[in-house]
């Protein structure tokens, strides 16, 4: 008998509709396609992930993000005529940031709120290959393995006296990417074992116990990513 959990109880969309909404705001926020005919869609794309956390109840994250976007975006607005070589390149880091952090804001998002096994089922349905998305379900993991990481890192300099404050913040940096980066090697071949090791490589049909479905917010996100392009290409082609 096959056990079925509703999958409503920890995530409010299907992660299908995740990755139609960050393959838009990948197309529209970080590709900046459509400029100023796309400008209401684009503010959308670049608030629904912080409203998203919010659902989560994510909110140190969601405020945060808020915060370093407005003050990003209105110090770039800031720095527009008569720049020095410095401005010039903080500028350009401050663009980068308000283009990159709404789409960051979604993949932590999706990554936080969709199980592996939900995602490998709703990958399934789409007839997507094993080759494509068994890889992706390893990053599911990797990710927050890493921020772990990088967490047990940090505790064990504090306790050796190493703060990142210090004079010396050379070695500060050093003795945290050191670790971290020989951590991420060893993380990696981790969770590919892991993935092998539970069978997500056998090429055979796999059950699932989150009910995979499209309810009434993905019909909303499913609607506004095909306004967004349908607005688009009466931009591109009609006007």
Request: proline share 3%.
């Amino acid at each position: 008998m096959e056990y079925r959990l509703d999958r409503n109880i920890h995530s409010l969309l299907d992660p299908r509709t995740k990755l139609l909404l960050l393959f838009t705001s990948s197309v529209f926020v970080i590709g900046n396609a459509g400029e100023a005919w796309m400008n209401t869609f684009y503010w959308i794309l670049v608030y629904l992930p912080v409203v998203l956390l919010f659902m989560e109840k994510e909110w140190k994250g969601g405020l945060a993000a808020v915060g370093i976007y407005i003050a990003s975006y209105y110090a770039q607005r800031a720095l527009q005529h008569d720049l020095t070589a410095v401005e010039s390149m903080f500028a350009l880091m401050l663009y980068i940031i308000t283009k990159i952090l709404p789409t960051i804001i979604l993949a932590r998002y999706i990554i936080k709120t969709t199980k592996v096994s939900e995602f490998l089922t709703a990958m399934k349905r789409i007839h997507i290959t094993d080759k494509l998305t068994i890889p992706i379900s390893v990053i599911f993991r990797f990710f927050p393995t890493v921020a772990e990481e990088a967490k047990a890192i940090n505790d064990a300099m504090r306790m050796r006296g190493i703060e990142m404050g210090a004079k010396k913040a050379s070695e500060a940096v050093e003795y945290r990417m050191v670790p971290l980066i020989a951590s991420c090697s060893i993380i990696g071949e981790e969770l590919s074992a892991a993935a092998m090791t539970r069978g997500l490589d056998v090429g055979k049909k796999r059950s699932c116990i989150w009910k995979i479905r499209f309810g009434f917010p993905d019909m909303i996100i499913i609607a506004l990513c095909l306004a967004c392009f349908g607005w688009w290409g009466i931009g591109r082609f009609f006007v």
